[in-house]
């Protein structure tokens, strides 16, 4: 099962800009779609980006525009770049990899608070 620790998050004003980053340890990082979650207090976790292992993305129309994932396999590495960040994307963004081997199970990492405010 893979391993996935989040970083990048933090307090930003409205219209600025983060990156967050996710990295992956334990398994092989190719064997795994990703995506980026987040949950806001009070509210369920919805689905922000997710890239598959052939590179097929996809966005919550909230965040298209103004976030970007990508992933590097020399680095086994999962980004999510966001801008133009308005108060409503303030949540914990978590890091989430599903895997392509039947039995093989899903993984999450331990979230990082970002914060839009000014």
């Known amino acids: 099962q893979v391993q996935l620790v989040e970083s990048g998050g933090g307090l930003v004003q409205p219209g600025g800009s983060l990156r967050l980053s996710c990295a992956a340890s334990?398994?092989?990082?190719?064997?795994?779609?990703m995506a980026w979650y987040r949950q806001a207090p009070g509210k369920q976790r919805e689905l922000v980006a997710s890239?598959?292992?052939?590179?097929?993305?996809n966005y919550a129309d909230s965040v298209k525009g103004r976030f970007t994932i990508s992933r590097e396999y020399t680095k086994n590495t999962l980004y999510l770049q966001m801008n133009s960040l308005k108060p409503e994307d303030t949540s914990v963004y978590y890091c989430?990899?599903?895997?392509?081997?039947?039995?093989?199970?899903?993984?999450w990492g331990q979230g990082t608070q970002v914060t839009v405010s000014s």
């Open positions: 890239i598959t292992s052939g590179g097929t993305i």
């Open positions: 334990g398994s092989t990082f190719s064997l795994y779609n």
């Open positions: 989430n990899a599903d895997p392509l081997v039947v039995g093989w199970k899903a993984s």
